[in-house]
C-alpha cells in the first residue's frame, strides 16, 4: 500500500492520493491557519473506520440476502489532550439501516465487523472505547 502526499498551497491543504489515483483533500483548521479545503487528518481517521466497518457489514449483510435500500454512518468522537498531542477516548457509531433489514442480523453484522474484522477499528481499540447502535427504519 502506498499514498502520496503533495502540498497545494502555501498553508495547510493537502491532496492524498492512492495507487489507483483516488484522492482525497486535507487541510488544517482556521484557528491554526488551515482554509477548511478538506477534512482534518483526525476526522479522516473517523472517517476511516466508519467506512471500513461500513464495508464489512454490506458484505455480511448482503451474504443474507438482506436489503439495504439506504445506509448511514454517523461518527461521534471525544479526544483527549495527552501532552502536545490529543487522543481519541470515545468512539460512537451509529448505523441507520433503512430497507428490508432484519435488526437482529444487522446487529449482529456490525457486532462482528468492530470487534472483529474492521482493521481500523483494531488500531484505535487500545486507546479508544468504540460503542455502537444500530437503527432500521
Known amino acids: 500500500m502506498k499514498i502520496n502526499i503533495k502540498r497545494l498551497d502555501d498553508a495547510f491543504n493537502f491532496e492524498a492520493s492512492n495507487e489507483?489515483?483516488?484522492k482525497i483533500l486535507m487541510d488544517a483548521s482556521p484557528?491554526?491557519?488551515?482554509?477548511n479545503k478538506g477534512m482534518r487528518p483526525m476526522q479522516m481517521l473517523l472517517a476511516a473506520l466508519g467506512g471500513c466497518s461500513g464495508i464489512d457489514i454490506v458484505l455480511i449483510l448482503k451474504k443474507q440476502k438482506q436489503e439495504i435500500d439506504s445506509f448511514e454512518i454517523e461518527v461521534e468522537a471525544e479526544r483527549e489532550k495527552i501532552e502536545e498531542y490529543s487522543l481519541f477516548r470515545d468512539i460512537t457509531l451509529h448505523f441507520k439501516?433503512?430497507?428490508k433489514v432484519d435488526k437482529?442480523?444487522?446487529e449482529r453484522a456490525v457486532k462482528l465487523s468492530v470487534e472483529k474484522y474492521c482493521?481500523?477499528?483494531k488500531t484505535l481499540e487500545p486507546t479508544a472505547k468504540i460503542n455502537y447502535k444500530v437503527s432500521i427504519s
Open 20 to 22: 489507483e489515483g483516488n
Open 31 to 35: 484557528e491554526i491557519g488551515g482554509n
Open 97 to 99: 439501516f433503512k430497507g
Open 104 to 106: 437482529d442480523k444487522a
Open 119 to 121: 482493521s481500523v477499528a
